[in-house]
């Protein structure tokens, strides 16, 4: 078949053109027969995307297959909207669009909406997200709570629902899970080791799994684990859901769980499969991700050919070659290397600090010291700060923002979770689907209309006792065809009725989401609801425009659907289907795309571009960044002191490494907090291993980024080098801005070596007489900017040289052998005149004062407080634990230099 296509899209390249792009190892994987299943085993940065697109491209053109036969998943939308751009560029947007790509979870939702009878459900089913979810869980767990009381145990509702979640990615259903802790229970009795605790609990996850089961069912509604059980069971018993396919193409194979496994095998009619994954990147087992899976795939397909990327284009030699070091320790991993094309670069740096203070702090100044280093090539949103848990960010946060640095936390409050996005998807929701009763309780009391929990308890009964809805039991109450209740309420439901049937009029009339949005808007007077109910009510209202921007772009995607079938990826192309076809709505698509909006969806790149990255280890897989730093890399950490699975957290901190482009930091505490306790902490084993072996594969020293290191990093970022000028205008501005400088341990392994760094804790370096030492503590005068905070000099050379120590007020014999010319000598020559008293003419009457007086007296007296540099004392005297400020003075002048 000829390769020009120019019939589908201007921008499409020949067949041959994209070809010769590729590497041989991707070639080969683009080029490998179809009827032959692959494993692309990829490394990071080695190109996956790029082959994947690659290959349904291949696919298409060189095999003939129609578009509409070839299935892509993905894990989240992001990565199938990139595959979707790249692939409208090699193949055109009208091909493109045929292509079933997807999250497992969309394929899954969209096939059922078509063929939902066949698995027992109702088209307009809702998605219920984990917050219902948890909310339903509660409710089930109430019946329990004397009981668990009664043997001193808690059964928290999240417990209940990740052991649900865990069962179903398993495969299990009640009965199966009922089995399953049945058999573990007479294992256990056998060996000796069952417990009545541990049987208690099970046993009651397993009648609450049964009911919330039932629950689900009765509300009409799946929740997310639902979409894929539900999934296998329609294409494992109904072919004609899956008689189109001719290839799958699974993209993060690594990451799937049993049951994404048998959906993968149950879509594959035609055992044509793709899949692309890397073992050494398996960092989810906790959600139950089987890394096994690569091994039972080439079981299950006997002929499976596996092809290894391992040519990175991401990161440095240097970055690649400490990463490969950390997890090649695993020995029972399938052996395979990483190679780069990009020069070895700067060494990743590993530090030491006293705690997590003093490490935040350097994390802090080091980044500023970085742009400012680079001339303006790296930005705040270059940088990312990867953590292995959440509870680690406090500090960083708090660092970042007394150094004015602007900060972001990827993987926060996801859109579709906030209080006023759930508001109008509740009413919206109710109205696709009437039986969805954890809408109609949110949905009665927005805006409060004096329905409480008494009252909504005997909707719930009613609606048992009638066999219907909550909804249609308000319904009826106002309508005045059933008794009303005690309290009334038929009043206070009048205007929740009247909203709600007026929405439904509209929908039936094919009204547009976001125009049901704004309508809803008037019905509720939302805007004036959230101003009487939220101090921050004009963020929220923001979200709320923002949710009418979604729904005006989803508006595109919905038509094209309706009009266009074979994009919904529920095409049947057997002429013996059999489907009973449910009704798709503009709103019903719309509240799927809603709930099926993965973490990031929102954010824009605009946005990022400005702010240092906050993230977990886990959330960060599959990004990049120029500059990686990840603290904390300590034991209990890396590995974390929970864990049941060593490699899993080695290869955890391997994923974090090979995320950096340019640069790599690991630090560590001697001692860190945990409730409020400090507690001493060693380096990971993960690293210590690796320095043990090899010392050359990091440094202590901050990297000093001559102009030829600069320019490798701008080569690996594909960035135009920094100007020189530039680089000498912001490091003379961040050596002027930058105050706090004392000395700490570069490293556990070396404590007598010390590079000049950065704490709020020390006085030098904070008090403004002492501006002027800046140069001279970083040695003599640099020939460039580039060697600027970068000389090392030992704690002894420091205090004998510059007179003040860092942990003591000096002695009178100390002032007699340290009076020093030149330091006054080069103060005078520094300091504008008028900002240096007169009465001080020596360094020892200078040091005489430190300790034993106000730090006013060093300036000259005929300065006001309005002065800047007036202004800066007076913080550091507060930082320095004086008492409050009287009118004179301060009310204790006995203070002792901090230690």
């Keep these: ?208 799994y049964d009911a919330y089961e039932r629950a689900l069912r009765k509300s009409n509604s799946l929740d997310f684990d639902d979409l894929l059980v539900f999934g296998v069971k329609l294409f494992t018993t109904h072919r004609p859901a899956v008689a189109w396919c001719k290839h799958v193409l699974v993209d993060e194979f690594q990451d799937t769980n049993t049951t994404q496994y048998d959906l993968m095998q149950a879509i594959a009619v035609a055992k044509c499969i793709t899949i692309v994954g890397d073992p050494d990147q398996s960092i989810y087992g906790w959600r139950s991700a089987e890394v096994a899976n690569l091994a039972k795939m080439q079981k299950d397909f006997a002929s499976t050919k596996q092809i290894f990327l391992e040519e990175n284009y ?40 006293e705690n997590e203070y003093e490490e935040a702090s350097f994390i802090a100044v080091e980044i500023k010291r970085l742009v400012a280093s680079m001339g303006g090539v790296l930005r705040w949103g270059d940088f990312v700060v990867l953590l292995r848990f959440n509870a680690l960010s406090r500090t960083i946060e708090s660092a ?94 009048d205007s929740f009725v009247k909203t709600i049937k007026i929405l439904r009029t509209l929908t039936e009339k094919g009204t547009s989401p976001a125009e049901l949005i704004r309508r809803l808007l008037e019905l509720l007077d939302y805007e004036n609801y959230l101003k009487k109910t939220q101090p921050d009510w004009e963020s929220r209202w923001e979200n709320v425009q923002e949710l009418i921007t979604f729904a005006t772009e989803a508006e595109v995607e919905v038509s094209d659907i309706i009009e266009n079938p074979h994009m919904n990826l529920i095409d049947v192309d057997s002429e013996d289907a059999v489907v009973v076809e449910p009704k798709e709505t503009p709103l019903r698509l719309f509240l799927q795309a809603s709930m099926l909006s993965s973490e990031g969806d929102n954010q824009t790149e605009e946005d990022n571009k400005e702010k240092v990255t906050i993230s977990t280890c886990h959330a960060a897989k599959g990004l990049e960044w120029s500059v990686v730093i990840v603290p904390s890399v300590e034991q209990g950490t890396f590995p974390f002191y929970r864990t049941d699975d060593i490699e899993e957290e080695r290869r955890l901190l391997y994923v974090a490494c090979t995320r950096a482009q340019g640069l790599l930091y690991l630090t560590h505490a001697e001692q860190r907090k945990f409730g409020g306790e400090a507690k001493k902490k060693d380096l990971s084993e993960f690293v210590s291993a690796v320095t043990k072996q090899n010392p050359s594969l990091f440094t202590n020293q901050t990297p000093n980024l001559p102009t030829v290191q600069r320019d490798v990093i701008s080569r690996v970022l594909g960035r135009p080098p920094a100007d020189e000028a530039e680089v000498r205008r912001r490091c003379a501005e961040f050596e002027r801005t930058t105050r706090r400088r004392v000395p700490q341990k570069s490293d556990s392994a070396n404590k007598n070596s010390w590079n000049p760094t950065f704490s709020r804790q020390r006085p030098i370096g904070t008090n403004p007489i002492f501006f002027p030492f800046r140069n001279m503590l970083a040695g003599p005068e640099p020939s460039s900017p580039n060697t600027l905070s970068s000389v090392s000099i030992p704690p002894a050379a420091f205090t004998s040289r510059y007179a003040i120590p860092p942990h003591a007020a000096p002695s009178k014999s100390y002032q007699q052998s340290h009076s020093n010319p030149t330091l006054i000598s080069h103060l005078n020559q520094n300091l504008p005149p008028a900002f240096v008293n007169p009465a001080f003419s020596n360094l020892s009457t200078i040091t005489s004062r430190v300790g034993t007086g106000p730090i006013n007296s060093f300036v000259n007296p005929s300065l006001n407080s309005q002065q800047p540099l007036q202004t800066v004392s007076t913080g550091v005297k507060r930082r320095l634990g004086m008492g409050p400020r009287t009118a004179a003075s301060y009310s204790n002048k006995k203070f002792k230099p901090p230690i």
């Design 314 to 353: 991401r990161s440095t030699g240097a970055i690649l070659n400490t990463s490969i070091a950390i997890v090649a320790q695993d020995k029972a991993r399938i052996q395979k290397t990483l190679h780069t094309s990009h020069p070895a670069g700067t060494t990743p740096v590993l530090r030491a600090f």
């Design 400 to 493: 970042l923002q007394k150094e004015g640095i602007p900060s972001r936390v990827l993987a926060g409050h996801k859109f579709f979770e906030r209080l006023e996005i759930k508001d109008l998807l509740s009413y919206l929701q109710l109205v696709d689907n009437p039986s969805f009763n954890p809408a109609f309780i949110r949905a009665v009391g927005v805006p409060s209309r004096g329905i409480g929990e008494k009252t909504l308890a005997e909707f719930v009964s009613r609606a048992e006792k009638m066999q219907i809805s909550q909804l249609q039991v308000a319904e009826k109450i106002h309508d005045g065809k059933i008794p009303d209740i005690k309290p009334p309420v038929k009043r206070k439901l």
């Design 1 to 208: 078949m000829s390769s020009n296509l120019s019939n589908h899209g201007p921008q499409a390249p020949t067949l041959a053109s994209f070809l010769s792009s590729l590497n041989p190892a991707q070639l080969q994987a683009v080029k490998h027969d179809p009827q032959v299943p692959l494993q692309i085993l990829a490394g990071p940065g080695s190109g996956k995307t790029k082959v994947l697109t690659s290959r349904i491209a291949h696919l298409i053109l060189a095999h003939s297959l129609p578009p509409s036969s070839i299935c892509a998943v993905t894990f989240t939308n992001k990565a199938a909207n990139e595959m979707r751009e790249r692939l409208t560029k090699l193949i055109g947007e009208e091909r493109t669009s045929q292509v079933r790509m997807g999250t497992f979870h969309a394929l899954c939702a969209m096939f059922l909406r078509k063929y939902s009878r066949m698995v027992g459900l109702e088209g307009n089913f809702t998605v219920c997200d984990a917050d219902e979810s948890k909310k339903l869980i509660a409710t089930l767990l109430k019946p329990y709570k004397d009981y668990l009381a009664g043997k001193d145990m808690t059964l928290k509702e999240g417990t209940v629902l990740s052991m649900i979640s865990k069962a179903k990615a398993k495969g299990q259903s009640p009965a199966d899970y009922r089995e399953h802790i049945h058999e573990s229970n007479k294992k256990d009795k056998k060996t000796g080791l069952s417990q009545a605790e541990p049987d208690d609990v099970s046993r009651i996850v397993a009648e609450v």
